[in-house]
């Protein structure tokens, strides 16, 4: 199967950057486009963030269901299905003429992005040689964060020109190529992969949900009775999730991958410092609309610099993950993601001192993690586990921005009832909390055990 599945990389990589594009770009670019869209179809930014937050709800509770599917029923098959339900939703969001109706929408999209996403890692992980593992999660991290520099400013020239719904209507001709380039990769599964946890399923979604309602209220009116209710029924369900996770013959978290040091502290490392990107992913197309009187196309132009940097620097980073292990690049690229928050939160002026300067610090700090930290995940967990490794690496990114875009109207509680406007006067605090969960997340990096290579494995192969 290793023989096959090295005969067809360039296929497995095609797909798996066209998949993960998407499910990226339908983070950043609908962020970008929210004061549009509320604009549209009406709703304050609590609505807003139910737009964001429902994607994210489905994708981070069902993430490891999907990763358990593709390991029972196949990598490639179930990474097919993933990206067609996807292309369908989208196509549901494209539609939509009301806010409800959107967040109907995007919860469908996240159920799809659920299955999609786990298969991209997981099929480079069974595909590609470990030698050039990190190599190839380089090439994927700069491919897709080309696709994601991409996105913003041609979903604001999209918006400009016609109307946010083309910002989903591109994922329908991106699914299609994927699905035709998937048609050259190999199949792969874990065969000792036992039945599908649904119950498990359930509970998580459940109890993140109650999580996920409780913070967004406690933002526009605080803590009162229906919002302590919903707080303690998801502290509750998430706890029943995971005493049955602990007995379940094949649960979809397997708490035995968390015995090991390395694995849990990458994904508090993950947790922490997507939960403080996904705070400035938020606020930050707010306050350069009504602060600097961007249009859509001028923001996504304004956000372009940090991407960039992903994009070129991301090979590059992998390639060193390869040499040096992961957790040097790791603890200097959060430090620098943590320097680029604090930048935009303190920052004063116009776009050239208020907001540059941050976004370029800030997308050297992620370019030094995106691919190191999946190597990482992925190199702390059992080859035979790659799907459902990647699988918690990817829920652990996207609970990160779950439960920190939820808790936003905590720091911002003025501005959830609110417009734009709102968000724009106040989103300082939010940078400024983005910057110390970097920061934190930069203490769990330095406690990640050093790896002890031998000589041969300290020099990667040269063959891709």
């Known amino acids: 199967m290793q023989?096959?599945?090295?005969?067809?990389?360039?296929?497995?990589?095609?797909?798996?950057?066209l998949a993960s594009s998407m499910?990226?770009?339908?983070?950043?670019?609908?962020?970008?486009a929210l004061p549009t869209i509320l604009s549209d179809l009406g709703g304050s930014v609590a609505a807003g963030q139910w737009v964001v937050e429902a994607y994210l709800l489905f994708l981070t509770s069902l993430l490891l269901v999907g990763g358990a599917l593709g390991d029972r029923f196949g990598?490639?098959?179930?990474?097919?299905?993933?990206?067609?339900?996807?292309?369908?939703?989208?196509?549901?969001?494209?539609?939509?003429?009301?806010?409800?109706?959107?967040?109907?929408?995007?919860?469908?999209?996240?159920?799809?992005?659920?299955?999609?996403?786990?298969g991209s890692l997981a099929m480079i992980s069974a595909g590609v040689r470990p030698q050039a593992r990190g190599r190839a999660l380089g090439l994927w991290s700069a491919a897709t964060s080309i696709a994601t520099?991409?996105?913003?400013?041609?979903?604001?020239?999209?918006?400009?020109?016609?109307?946010?719904?083309?910002?989903?209507?591109?994922?329908?001709?991106?699914?299609?190529?994927?699905?035709?380039?998937?048609?050259?990769?190999?199949?792969?599964?874990?065969?000792?992969?036992?039945?599908?946890?649904?119950?498990?399923?359930?509970?998580?979604?459940?109890?993140?949900?109650?999580?996920?309602?409780?913070?967004?209220?406690?933002?526009?009116?605080?803590?009162?009775?229906?919002?302590?209710?919903?707080?303690?029924?998801?502290?509750?369900?998430?706890?029943?999730?995971?005493?049955?996770?602990?007995?379940?013959a094949a649960p979809m978290l397997p708490l035995v991958l968390f015995r090991s040091r390395a694995f849990s502290l990458v994904q508090l490392f993950t947790v922490l410092l997507y939960a403080g990107l996904m705070v400035a992913i938020f606020v930050l197309p707010f306050a350069l609309s009504e602060r600097a009187g961007f249009s859509p196309?001028?923001?996504?132009?304004?956000?372009?610099?940090?991407?960039?940097?992903?994009?070129?620097?991301?090979?590059w980073a992998g390639a060193l993950a390869d040499r040096h292990g992961p957790r040097p690049l790791l603890i200097v690229g959060s430090g620098?993601?943590?320097?680029?928050?604090?930048?935009?939160?303190?920052g004063e002026g116009g776009y050239a001192t208020a907001f540059l300067p941050g976004l370029s610090v800030m997308g050297l700090g992620m370019a030094c993690c995106v691919a190191p930290v999946s190597k990482a995940a992925l190199d702390a967990a059992p080859a035979e586990r790659a799907g459902i490794a990647s699988a918690?690496?990817?829920?652990?990114?996207?609970?990160?921005?779950?439960?920190?875009?939820?808790?936003?109207?905590?720091?911002?509680?003025?501005?959830?009832?609110?417009?734009?406007?709102?968000?724009?006067?106040?989103?300082?605090?939010?940078?400024?909390?983005?910057?110390?969960?970097?920061?934190?997340?930069?203490?769990?990096?330095?406690?990640l055990p050093r790896p002890r290579l031998s000589r041969a494995e300290a020099v990667p192969s040269r063959s891709p």
């Open 149 to 248: 520099a991409v996105g913003p400013p041609l979903g604001g020239w999209a918006i400009s020109l016609w109307s946010w719904p083309l910002i989903f209507l591109v994922n329908l001709p991106l699914a299609a190529v994927a699905l035709f380039a998937l048609r050259g990769a190999p199949e792969s599964r874990d065969e000792r992969q036992g039945a599908v946890d649904w119950a498990g399923a359930a509970l998580a979604t459940l109890g993140l949900g109650a999580l996920t309602f409780a913070l967004l209220e406690a933002g526009r009116s605080g803590f009162g009775r229906s919002e302590g209710a919903a707080l303690a029924a998801g502290a509750a369900l998430l706890a029943i999730f995971l005493a049955v996770e602990a007995r379940a």
């Open 336 to 346: 620098l993601a943590a320097a680029g928050f604090a930048l935009l939160g303190f």
């Open 23 to 32: 499910a990226f770009l339908d983070t950043s670019v609908v962020a970008l």
């Open 392 to 447: 918690v690496n990817n829920m652990a990114s996207r609970l990160g921005g779950l439960v920190s875009v939820a808790a936003l109207g905590l720091v911002l509680p003025e501005a959830m009832d609110g417009a734009s406007a709102a968000v724009a006067a106040g989103y300082r605090p939010a940078l400024q909390a983005a910057a110390v969960l970097a920061l934190l997340s930069s203490f769990a990096a330095v406690a």
């Open 75 to 118: 990598r490639k098959r179930v990474f097919g299905w993933g990206i067609a339900f996807f292309a369908v939703a989208s196509l549901g969001c494209a539609l939509a003429q009301t806010t409800p109706q959107l967040v109907l929408a995007r919860a469908v999209q996240g159920v799809g992005a659920a299955v999609m996403v786990p």
């Open 3 to 17: 023989e096959e599945a090295d005969s067809a990389p360039g296929a497995i990589l095609a797909a798996a950057i």
């Open 297 to 315: 196309a001028e923001i996504g132009l304004a956000l372009l610099p940090s991407v960039l940097l992903i994009a070129i620097l991301s090979r």
